[in-house]
């Protein structure tokens, strides 16, 4: 293990990443831009043993398509202040790669969930609220399948290439909310309209924003079967797990 932040990069950056062929990295860009880039990227690009890298970013990139569908051959029209970074930050990346013949490959994800974060947690605690906003819906995906996809790009590199990594249901969270009710058998709770209920303003940004994800690359390109392909399988798995 060893600390990286903004403000301390790796003392020794040759000694820890020589001889590395994977990176994955989960690092969020921040006001100034990507910090291991803006501390590390000649370093990266030094590490001839390199076989795929992996950058995570978000499906935010896309903007709001007010509902409509997206791929990642979409042009990136992100509206909010982590959407602008996201989008940066992979052009970042995606530049190293190209310039030092470095394996760079982004996968823009969608609203994560799994064991101790999902809509079961807050329906067993009797917190869960059913948040409505017309036509507003989200895609999601299962760490798990992350995982899955992860690997099986590992499996087959494709330098340059972007996926996007979600099942295959964009749902209404009210929706999801409700099935997370009944599986661990709590009132489902009333419809409370979006406008009117009190939010964080990071939990209100995220329904400025409403869009279909499509994930036909991770299937066609890497061979990804999701074990969980919508919402109800993945939470009946972590309901009975």
């Not at 903004?6 to 994977?22: C, D, E, K, Q, Y």
């Not at 006001?31 to 795929?52: F, Q, T």
């Not at 995570?56 to 990136?76: A, M, N, P, Q």
Request: charged share 25%.
């Amino acid at each position: 293990m060893h600390v990286f932040h903004r403000n301390r990069p790796l003392s020794r950056p040759a000694g820890v990443l020589a001889g590395i062929t994977h990176m994955l990295v989960s690092i969020p860009p921040d006001l100034e831009g990507d910090p291991v880039l803006d501390l590390h990227a000649s370093d990266v690009g030094s590490i001839r043993s390199l076989s795929w890298i992996g950058y995570l970013s978000t499906v935010g990139v896309y903007g709001d398509r007010r509902g409509g569908w997206v791929d990642e051959t979409s042009e990136c029209r992100p509206t909010t202040e982590r959407g602008v970074r996201r989008a940066a930050a992979e052009q970042a990346w995606l530049g190293l790669g190209r310039r030092e013949n470095v394996p760079v490959h982004v996968f823009r994800l969608a609203g994560i969930y799994g064991p101790r974060r999902n809509p079961l947690e807050a329906a067993r605690r009797g917190t869960a609220r059913r948040l409505f906003k017309s036509g507003q819906v989200f895609s999601r995906v299962h760490v798990s399948d992350i995982v899955r996809v992860l690997r099986a790009s590992m499996v087959r590199p494709d330098p340059g290439a972007i996926y996007n990594v979600c099942d295959d249901e964009p749902a209404p969270p009210q929706d999801v909310v409700a099935f997370a009710c009944g599986l661990v058998e709590r009132e489902v709770p009333p419809l409370a309209p979006f406008d009117e209920t009190e939010l964080t303003e990071l939990g209100r940004s995220f329904y400025t924003e409403c869009r279909r994800v499509r994930n036909d690359r991770i299937k066609n390109d890497l061979g990804v079967a999701l074990r969980y392909p919508d919402y109800r399988a993945g939470l009946s798995a972590l309901a009975n797990g």
